[in-house]
């Protein structure tokens, strides 16, 4: 099993789970509550998944769902950081497919720094980003998106508003805790 945890300073659980809990530790796991945000191998619809910084963690379970299954089922993962430095798991990310997993298509979106190479300026998700990087409405894709509030409300309200589905639409939110 593997845990990815973003360590938040003043985070609830976050710093028992980077600082205290150790490998080997026992913890009690469940599943997804309610089933909502999970793809299905069962499912054979083209498949997009839009990440905003570690957002990118339960897309990523997907993607090794996948491949778990030997699924060939198209995949597409737009996924929007900071810089390259601030990429979850990059050594399996590639430039434009997911290392070693045929039909699953990659693209980047960054917002503060790009490698030096890249083609576009620095900037935040957008429709461009949207077409370019996902599937057209008339494919019905199974669309999951994850990150923060104002990420997520974005990137469903481009979707819908480029005529996707929005009962297709499955997004996960996170946010600060506390007041």
């Known amino acids: 099993m593997r845990l990815t945890?973003?360590?938040?300073?003043?985070g609830e659980v976050?710093?028992?789970l980077t600082g205290v809990l150790a490998p080997g530790d026992p913890i009690e796991v469940r599943g997804p509550?309610?089933?909502?945000?999970?793809?299905?191998?069962?499912?054979?619809?083209?498949?997009?998944?839009?990440?905003?910084?570690?957002?990118?963690?339960?897309?990523?379970?997907?993607?090794?769902?996948?491949?778990?299954?030997?699924?060939?089922?198209?995949f597409r993962l737009i996924y929007s950081v900071r810089t390259p430095a601030e990429r979850y798991y990059a050594d399996e990310l590639g430039?434009?497919?997911?290392?070693?997993?045929?039909?699953?298509?990659?693209?980047?979106v960054?917002?503060?720094a790009a490698p030096d190479d890249w083609p576009r300026q620095?900037?935040?998700?957008?429709?461009?980003?949207?077409?370019?990087?996902?599937?057209?409405?008339e494919?019905?894709?199974s669309s999951f998106v994850c990150g923060s509030t104002?990420?997520?409300?974005?990137?469903?309200?481009?979707?819908?508003?480029l005529g996707h589905d929005p009962r297709r639409v499955k997004t996960e939110r996170f946010g600060p805790t506390g007041g």
């Open 33 to 74: 509550v309610g089933g909502w945000f999970v793809w299905r191998p069962t499912d054979s619809r083209p498949v997009l998944l839009v990440a905003g910084g570690s957002g990118i963690v339960p897309l990523m379970a997907m993607v090794r769902a996948r491949r778990a299954a030997g699924s060939r089922v198209p």
């Open 14 to 16: 976050s710093p028992y």
């Open 95 to 108: 430039r434009s497919t997911i290392q070693g997993d045929a039909g699953v298509d990659v693209s980047h």
């Open 110 to 112: 960054y917002t503060r």
């Open 122 to 137: 620095p900037h935040r998700i957008g429709i461009a980003d949207i077409n370019s990087g996902g599937w057209p409405p």
């Open 150 to 161: 104002g990420f997520v409300e974005t990137v469903a309200d481009i979707l819908v508003a």
């Open 5 to 10: 945890v973003q360590r938040v300073p003043d």
């Open 139 to 141: 494919f019905e894709p």
